[in-house]
């Protein structure tokens, strides 16, 4: 039998692949420190493990409305209407099971064979992979680190062809932390294509303001769930904010392959919007504590950061001068040091040579991943 040419060509996620193998020594007996993993390591706060309690004893346990329960999808549009002053109708809501297929439903209806997708580089993986598989070309645009990553409008632009169909950006940035600047922002709103958002990390910003491109355009679609802000990772639990004509066939699409978000989940993350904010603010002072203490001492290593990222709980570093190959390096780490990390190449040519460390994990684990790692430095160049 022979398997798909699509299945064959699709690129493997590499921060999972690094991430496998430390489980795979950790069931040898080796002790890891994970740095690799963008995923809160704080439990989902108590009220809405209490609301996804109280919806399995009151038997909220069947399919929902494929768009999601209408409690839900109104509360995402008051919290961009308190955040972000814009109005956004519920029947432009459709709530998934976490933003991967949230990808999958936007790239579907709006893609034909060789449209294109301008995107960073780097970027976070997912993007090229979807956007490829369902027959969409990935358009790349470097951003660079002494800029903080962020899109140039002026870059973008010369990039925009008759095939372009939509410019994706993402603010806070996985894999650099970095935010996209409102005027940067409305500057590309305005170049014409669609315009993809993923807002996932909206929420977790330390210094300065994120913006949505709904204040800037209504030609967008915005990307965003429960997993990153709320350490909902486990429920699986996103939204698709999307133009009125897209509503339907994203629909469609949802019944056939995902008929609908978890019950459960919904009700859970209904509680997540209405009452966590206090677990919410606490989270974000821990990991911006975290944040001062990584960049500080990834710097006194040696490794270069231009720009202090200021969003979610990633830095990419510059690694160069230990080595041009990070997939080689990111896994010499693992084995040697035990501690993960994510290797630049995985987000992009444009990020060889860097490497991305998370600080979603206990301060105390960072300081000794850290430590780890500047001994396997000190040893490497004896």
Avoid at 100 to 117: R, W
Avoid at 270 to 286: G, I, S, Y
């Amino acid at each position: 039998m022979k398997v798909a040419t699509r299945a064959i060509d699709f690129r493997s996620f590499i921060v999972m692949d690094v991430l496998e193998r430390a489980n795979t020594l950790e069931r040898a007996g080796q002790d890891i420190i994970h740095l690799e993993i963008g995923e809160p390591d704080f439990d989902t706060p108590q009220c809405i493990r209490e609301a996804g309690i109280k919806a399995v004893r009151e038997g909220k346990t069947h399919y929902t409305h494929s768009l999601g329960i209408p409690e839900l999808r109104e509360a995402i549009c008051c919290r961009y209407m308190d955040m972000y002053g814009v109005q956004v109708n519920p029947e432009q809501v459709l709530v998934t099971s976490g933003t991967s297929p949230a990808m999958l439903l936007i790239f579907s209806a709006l893609l034909e064979n060789g449209d294109e997708v301008i995107v960073s580089n780097p970027c976070y993986p997912c993007y090229p992979n979807i956007i490829n598989y369902v027959g969409g070309n990935c358009i790349s645009v470097n951003v660079y680190e002494d800029d903080g990553f962020q899109f140039r409008p002026g870059e973008v632009a010369q990039k925009i062809s008759p095939q372009t169909k939509a410019i994706l950006i993402n603010s806070p940035s996985n894999p650099t932390g970095n935010l996209l600047s409102a005027e940067r922002m409305e500057r590309i709103a305005d170049l014409g294509p669609y315009i993809i958002s993923d807002e996932i990390y909206h929420g977790l910003v330390y210094e300065g303001k994120e913006h949505t491109i709904l204040e800037y355009t209504d030609k967008a679609f915005v990307l965003n769930g429960f997993s990153k802000l709320y350490a909902m990772t486990g429920w699986r639990l996103g939204y698709v904010i999307s133009p009125p004509e897209f509503l339907r066939p994203m629909q469609k699409i949802q019944q056939n392959f995902f008929i609908s978000a978890s019950s459960v989940s919904q009700w859970a993350g209904l509680a997540a919007l209405n009452e966590a904010q206090p677990d919410v603010e606490r989270m974000k002072t821990v990991y911006n504590q975290r944040r001062h203490y990584m960049i500080k001492r990834l710097r006194e290593l040696g490794f270069g950061i231009g720009v202090d990222p200021v969003g979610a709980f990633y830095t990419l570093a510059r690694a160069k001068q230990l080595s041009d190959n990070s997939y080689e390096l990111a896994f010499e780490i693992l084995e040697k040091a035990g501690v993960g990390v994510a290797p630049g190449i995985d987000f992009g040519a444009n990020a060889e040579g860097y490497l991305r460390f998370s600080y979603a994990n206990s301060l105390e684990n960072i300081t000794e991943g850290v430590r780890r790692i500047e001994e396997f430095i000190a040893k490497r160049n004896l």
